[in-house]
């Protein structure tokens, strides 16, 4: 019997971004599970809710996994449809809840591309200062011989 792995499908407004339901990563027998769903017709806060007022987001398995083990999901940003978690500082609990904010595993990933561009903008730099003190030297040299 197989397994088939199904990620996260999240249900939030899509006035406020409040999520109202994230089913979390599914394992099932079925290949053809997600089709077969109808969570308007048995989740409480969906069936409340005209389906045209809820927007759906449907992850990958694994997908901001890490984000979901460190962090809460907190809203989807009802303007970017980018999901915003809530991490809370372990050494500091009682700490006020942050707010949300953008997957941290997109945050890294955009620091990184921001540290290749300052190293290769830095190496660049270095090279025409050392550029700059070989013509000054080399100036320096004519002028006093």
Do not use: C
């Not at 249900?11 to 409040?18: A, P, Q, S």
């Not at 609990?93 to 540290?115: F, G, I, Y």
């Amino acid at each position: 019997m197989n397994l088939y792995v199904f990620g996260h499908w999240i249900y939030f407004d899509k006035m406020t971004g409040e999520i109202l339901h994230d089913t979390g990563e599914v394992h099932h027998t079925d290949p053809d599970y997600e089709m077969k769903r109808d969570p308007f017709s048995n989740i409480k806060k969906l069936m409340e809710r005209d389906p045209e007022s809820v927007g759906i987001i449907k992850l990958e398995p694994g997908e901001f996994a890490q984000d979901f083990s460190e962090g809460s999901l907190a809203r989807v940003n009802p303007d970017s449809l980018e999901l915003e978690f809530i991490y809370i500082d372990p050494n500091s609990p009682q700490d006020p809840p942050p707010t949300p904010q953008p997957p941290l595993t997109e945050q890294v990933a955009k620091l990184e591309q921001e540290n290749t561009l300052l190293k290769a903008q830095n190496s660049a730099l270095s090279e025409r200062a050392d550029f700059i003190e070989d013509v000054i030297a080399e100036m320096a040299n004519k002028v006093y011989q």
